[in-house]
């Protein structure tokens, strides 16, 4: 029986649920000093405690697992103050080592030993997991996947432009395209590439000389993202189409973001708002045929409640460029509803993306020289 993408979903959360509880270890439990300045002289305590938990991620032994998976985690969280020296040996110490409970079959184990990366991660910002987390984010389990996500969202802009980046997204990319009918990855993915910039807008100044090269290659995976997922809309539905909006072009348009992009990237992102009107309308008009079935029905709605959300997006847009002409025709667009009819609705669809192209008009393809004959 295969599930639908909600189904899975929900499949999904009870699983990750499943795998939060324990229990942490304090200070005075640890066989080493975490708030050591040196630590150098605590790494044979500090081994031997990792690699008695490590073996324990891959038993059968739930309780067990979960134990161990909350040792791990102990001496860089509670009520533990490690210092920065220690922390930087004890991730690179688990790093070496937690790679050997990634190669299990069981998606629970895989789950515990993500959790305990994804904590880490987030506890310390390290990117010494990058190579783990890529393979946690390509698994075939989408909680696993989803995992992986989450590990890889507070490091992203460390990660950018890097060679590391280039197989976390990669595999991110693929993650999308494996669980295509899994909204929660889809969400997944969106947030690790969009969270940091969104929730700390002064992150992106921040970065200095690296800013244009991590800034390209965070947008031009959303940009793929958003491509490979209306290209989708051409064989079957895609789950969670709102995702798109709400984790993708609106990340875009952010008035701090468009501005930093360059002229082929805004005209890549209106394009694709082109092409997300224009799918959703086609999704719309079936919805309306009286022959259609409910979910055919149900579909429509739920487009047509996309149309009206991107008639915002449209309007922040004309406020950003200074277009009086667009935010009036944004403002029909987040008009549109059951009630309009058909031929009106598609009108106002069809001018605004004729304002968008005239604005940002598509590239013309470009076709190979022809061969140059040789002189006589």
């Given at each position: 029986?295969?599930?639908s993408?909600?189904?899975?979903?929900?499949?999904t959360?009870i699983?990750?649920?499943?795998?939060l509880?324990?229990?942490?270890?304090?200070?005075?439990?640890?066989?080493?000093?975490?708030?050591?300045?040196?630590?150098?002289?605590?790494?044979p305590?500090?081994?031997?405690?990792i690699?008695?938990q490590?073996?324990?991620?891959?038993?059968?032994?739930?309780?067990?697992?979960?134990s161990?998976r909350?040792?791990?985690?102990?001496p860089?969280?509670?009520?533990?103050s490690?210092s920065?020296?220690?922390?930087?040996v004890?991730?690179?110490e688990?790093?070496?080592?937690?790679?050997k409970?990634?190669?299990?079959?069981?998606?629970?184990?895989?789950?515990?030993?993500?959790?305990?990366?994804?904590?880490?991660?987030?506890s310390?910002?390290?990117t010494?997991?990058?190579?783990?987390?890529?393979?946690?984010?390509?698994?075939?389990?989408?909680?696993?996947?989803i995992?992986?996500?989450r590990?890889?969202?507070?490091i992203?802009?460390?990660?950018?432009?890097?060679?590391?980046?280039?197989f976390?997204?990669?595999?991110?990319?693929?993650?999308?395209t494996?669980h295509?009918?899994?909204?929660?990855?889809?969400?997944?993915?969106?947030?690790a590439?969009?969270t940091?910039?969104k929730?700390?807008?002064?992150?992106l100044?921040?970065?200095?000389?690296?800013?244009?090269?991590?800034?390209?290659?965070?947008?031009d995976?959303?940009?793929?993202?958003?491509e490979?997922?209306?290209?989708?809309?051409?064989n079957?539905p895609?789950?969670?189409?709102m995702?798109?909006?709400?984790?993708?072009?609106?990340?875009?348009?952010?008035?701090?973001?468009w501005?930093?992009?360059?002229?082929?990237?805004?005209?890549?992102?209106?394009?694709?708002m082109?092409?997300l009107?224009?799918?959703?309308?086609?999704?719309?008009?079936?919805?309306?045929?009286p022959?259609?079935?409910?979910?055919?029905?149900?579909?429509?709605?739920?487009?047509?409640e996309?149309?009206?959300?991107?008639?915002?997006?449209l309007?922040?847009?004309?406020?950003?460029?200074?277009?009086?002409g667009?935010?009036?025709?944004?403002?029909?667009?987040?008009?549109?509803?059951?009630?309009?009819?058909?031929?009106?609705f598609?009108?106002?669809?069809?001018?605004?993306?004729?304002?968008l192209n005239?604005?940002?008009?598509?590239?013309a393809?470009?076709t190979?020289?022809?061969a140059t004959?040789?002189?006589?």
């Amino acid at each position: 029986m295969r599930l639908s993408g909600h189904c899975l979903g929900i499949a999904t959360s009870i699983l990750i649920g499943l795998s939060l509880c324990g229990s942490t270890v304090s200070a005075q439990q640890l066989p080493f000093n975490p708030s050591a300045s040196n630590p150098t002289p605590e790494l044979p305590a500090i081994r031997k405690y990792i690699d008695a938990q490590i073996p324990v991620l891959s038993g059968s032994d739930r309780n067990a697992v979960i134990s161990a998976r909350e040792s791990l985690l102990s001496p860089i969280s509670g009520s533990v103050s490690p210092s920065a020296a220690f922390v930087d040996v004890y991730t690179l110490e688990v790093s070496d080592r937690i790679s050997k409970a990634l190669v299990s079959n069981d998606s629970h184990v895989k789950i515990n030993t993500a959790i305990v990366i994804e904590r880490m991660t987030n506890s310390t910002g390290s990117t010494k997991f990058a190579t783990q987390i890529a393979t946690l984010i390509g698994d075939n389990s989408p909680a696993v996947s989803i995992w992986g996500l989450r590990a890889a969202t507070p490091i992203v802009l460390e990660l950018a432009g890097t060679p590391n980046g280039v197989f976390v997204f990669t595999n991110l990319q693929s993650a999308v395209t494996v669980h295509s009918d899994n909204a929660a990855v889809v969400e997944e993915a969106y947030n690790a590439l969009t969270t940091v910039l969104k929730n700390d807008p002064q992150r992106l100044a921040k970065l200095g000389a690296k800013k244009a090269v991590v800034l390209n290659a965070i947008v031009d995976e959303i940009q793929l993202l958003l491509e490979t997922r209306l290209a989708s809309e051409m064989n079957s539905p895609r789950p969670g189409p709102m995702l798109d909006e709400r984790g993708g072009l609106r990340f875009l348009l952010l008035p701090n973001i468009w501005k930093e992009l360059n002229d082929a990237q805004k005209t890549r992102s209106v394009q694709l708002m082109i092409e997300l009107l224009r799918t959703s309308l086609t999704r719309v008009m079936a919805g309306r045929d009286p022959a259609a079935t409910p979910e055919v029905v149900a579909l429509g709605v739920e487009h047509n409640e996309l149309i009206r959300r991107s008639g915002g997006l449209l309007a922040v847009l004309a406020d950003i460029i200074k277009e009086p002409g667009l935010a009036k025709q944004a403002n029909e667009v987040r008009r549109v509803g059951p009630a309009v009819a058909d031929d009106k609705f598609a009108d106002a669809i069809t001018t605004v993306s004729d304002t968008l192209n005239k604005l940002y008009p598509k590239p013309a393809a470009t076709t190979a020289a022809p061969a140059t004959q040789p002189v006589q």
